[in-house]
């Protein structure tokens, strides 16, 4: 069997839980539906996930379930929450630097109180730019796509694709796990899980 | 999940009629009623034949007749005296039916009940305790039983059900039972006159691969 899947009935063994918690968690949208994933075996119908993010989810739903209650936790692992945010607001709490935020402003200047999606393209165009890999103008772009289309990955996670190609860079949103194949002259400069920077922000924003 | 909405109008048909869908507060059909799309509504009451366009989402609704729908339903208790059809899954967090249900997807819910009085089917049925029983046994009654997939649960009792898997924690195969394969890691017990083709222990923390 694929060694990045996991079946059910491993899973429950592994980490103890139980199939009435399992399904309850499946009810309250702690886990996403399409990590359920139906394969024909020998036995008929089973179910399978993605190992390494199963486990990780699996984790955490367990750490934060004494604290808080199933839907607050699923607000916490929802890829659009319902935020208006100062954007001053940002910079205070050290979520972004000071350029990123003047940089936002400059593509959208009238924009003062931020929803969840542009908070996320803010925070994503901070972290981008601190690791390097791209540039201003680049950067300046990822915002744009990724302001302009969030309401096409309100519900559903998504990847970030940056390339170029003959020196002209592109940045793409597309659904998350969708293979894309390019022509040998793009080179693809990276990928990211947006779901990833949706979980770190929500850490970072109570 | 939108915790704050504006619940201000209800849905109410007295005989026949038809009406959309939307934010609701009660949905109301005493007669035969359609409504149209996707409805969100804090209570729902069917006496009678109701017909739902879109997916349904209830705090609690109470079914006595026949409901169908077409897309998903979600409901913290559903309560129904006779028969439901969904083309989708059906999550809740209590599920109670007497009579019958016709469940395309995955049947999801902490507590399900059916009392059978004619023939039901899902295609997966997963939750905490699910207890299937059979009133009143008649010469015909395997015929009315229930079918199913797949059948997984912490605590599980059944009567006069066919299902392909049983897997659970504390299982009963009761009456009119057959089923393919269980796989327990509690207990097992087992009816005389049911059918269990194959049954193997999963031992909870032990990995066979």
Known sequence: MDADLISKKELLELTGISYGQLYRWKRKNLLPEEWFIRKSTFTGQETFFPRDKMLARIERIMRMKDDLSLDEIADQFSPNPDWHLPGEELVTR?????????????????????????????????????GGDVNLQEGEMVVQTMVAHAADFANQPADLVIGRKLGISWCALVSADAQLIFDNDTKVILRLGLAEYVEELKLKVP | ??????????????????????????????????????????????HGQARFGGAVKAERGKVHGTCDVDGSIQAEELVVNGQITVHGDCS????????????????????????????????????????????????????????????????????????????????????????????YSESLKQAKDAVVVEQRRSPLGGGQG
């Open chain 2, 92 to 183: 809740a967090e209590t599920f109670r039916v007497r009579g019958a249900f016709q469940i395309d997807g995955l049947l999801n819910g902490d507590r399900i009940e059916l009392t059978q009085y004619g023939p039901s089917f899902a295609k997966e049925i997963g939750g905490e305790s699910i207890t299937v029983r059979h009133e009143k046994v008649f010469f015909f009654s395997k015929h009315k039983s229930l079918h199913a997939d797949v059948i997984e649960g912490d605590d599980i009792s059944l009567e006069y059900t066919k299902a392909k898997v049983v897997r659970g924690g504390r299982i009963e195969i009761g009456r009119g039972c057959e089923i393919q394969l269980v796989e």
């Open chain 1, 94 to 130: 050290n979520i972004v630097t000071e350029r990123v935020w003047e940089l936002y402003q400059r593509c959208f200047p009238q924009s003062t109180s931020l929803a969840f999606a542009e908070v996320l393209a803010v925070y994503v165009l901070d972290q981008l730019l601190r």
């Open chain 2, 1 to 46: 999940m939108n915790e704050k909405v504006q619940r201000k109008s209800n849905i109410v048909i007295h005989g026949t009629g038809s009406s959309h869908g939307g934010v609701v507060d009660v949905v109301r059909v005493h007669g035969v009623g359609t409504v149209g799309d996707d409805l969100d509504c804090r209570e729902m009451h069917v």
